[in-house]
């Protein structure tokens, strides 16, 4: 029964990104050629929660599902991994035109080609996993 609430979520949170466009290779690729406020208003709407999101947890002290607190550690520092996964990230969110988040979502629409980007995201991280040891980080 508790995987039933996640499935739900996971619903209506594909829902949400279909009725705004946010899966649309179009609208990515306004995005990336800068035609387009569209995904970027998404993007700060997202930010937004998430940082008012975060602030109600650490002040309210909210507990997760099994009644433990909610701990949000401080990153550690370091610029020069985050802008390079980053581009990557960025570098391949333009090519294909999909972000991960909507993978699943495309895939469950029969857009039966975003198997090639699932199989590139599932390989790539394997793939860190394997050199991940040898990474600077």
Known sequence: MKVLKYLLVGFVFGIVLTKSEAVSWYRIYEMFQFQSF?????????????????????RKSIKDIKGRPIEIV???PGSIRYWVGGI???????LVGACPGPIYILLGAGFWSILIVLFGALFGTYL???FKDKLPH
């Open 38 to 58: 569209h995904m970027y208003g998404i993007i700060m709407v997202a930010i937004g929660t998430g940082v008012i999101g975060i602030q109600i947890i650490k």
């Open 128 to 130: 860190y996993g394997v």
């Open 88 to 94: 990557l990230f960025g570098l391949g969110w333009a």
């Open 74 to 76: 401080d990153k550690e």
